[in-house]
């Protein structure tokens, strides 16, 4: 069992910047591949990017490609994603999800999910 807990959401104006932080919980954190996904209001969940256990391949949506970056610390057991340049259309809800398999797993059905941050980015 995995439990995660997002941080750092908030209220930005468009073209700022946020962190957000994922921490999980267990030892076998490094054995994860990690990811985030998000929802806008009135729209379904969409993948954001992910990266794999030890943290050599990361994969991102186009809408997000040079723009966030993902990160993790296994020593920490923490994942992060950092957000530049954001943009009105980046506000929802975002969702931290671990998966005990690989990125593409993740990216069809994570095995957990976190409660979720809010990102409001104003125009």
């Known amino acids: 069992q995995v439990q995660l807990v997002e941080s750092g959401g908030g209220l930005v104006q468009a073209g700022g910047s946020l962190r957000l932080s994922c921490a999980a919980s267990?030892?076998?954190?490094?054995?994860?591949?990690m990811g985030w996904f998000r929802q806008a209001p009135g729209k379904e969940r969409e993948f954001v990017t992910a990266?794999?256990?030890?943290?050599?391949?990361?994969t991102y949506a186009d809408s997000v490609k040079g723009r966030f970056t993902i990160s993790r610390d296994n020593a920490k057991n923490t994942v992060y994603l950092q957000m530049n340049s954001l943009k009105p259309e980046d506000t929802a809800v975002y969702y931290c999800a671990a998966d005990g398999s690989d990125i593409g797993a993740l990216r069809l059905g994570p095995d957990y999910w976190g409660q979720g941050t809010q990102v409001t980015v104003s125009s």
């Open positions: 267990g030892r076998t954190f490094s054995s994860y591949a």
């Open positions: 990266i794999s256990s030890r943290g050599l391949s990361t």
